[in-house]
């Protein structure tokens, strides 16, 4: 369960960078506009917007990735947690305020990951 819960965690770092380049390395270009389903004009008008968007993206994959190297008195499973909470929030966020499409491809993985470390503490509680 160990690894199912590394791997879990990881796998969402990676999709958070992924949101972090494209939106801060290819909103503006025809990928992007096509992915976010807008034109060239509008994308023109919101970069800014979605470089600091893509920010917070690539804070929240960094922080995975932090916790998934500390140690249990470090505070590993508090840190993924915490971040993988705020990734659920900002999903319902989103789906709610822009599309219903962000809580699955947003909130699900994070879900999923705090399921399997919530059963890999319990599994840990009755193992010790």
């Not at 801060?24 to 992915?35: A, C, E, L, T």
């Not at 989103?94 to 599309?99: C, D, E, I, N, P």
């Amino acid at each position: 369960m160990k690894i199912a819960h590394k791997l879990s965690v990881a796998l969402v770092a990676i999709i958070h960078f992924g949101f972090m380049a494209l939106e801060m390395f290819f909103y503006n270009h025809p990928v992007g506009q096509k992915i976010f389903r807008v034109d060239a004009s509008f994308t023109e008008a919101t970069k800014t917007l979605m470089l600091n968007q893509g920010l917070y993206n690539g804070f929240l994959a960094a922080g995975l990735i932090l916790s998934l190297f500390l140690t249990k008195s470090q505070g590993s499973k508090v840190l993924s947690t915490f971040v993988l909470s705020c990734i659920v929030v900002a999903g319902v966020v989103g789906a709610l305020s822009v599309s219903l499409n962000i809580f699955f491809y947003q909130s699900v993985p994070a879900i999923i990951a705090l399921v399997i470390s919530y059963l890999h503490r319990e599994q840990q509680t009755y193992t010790a």
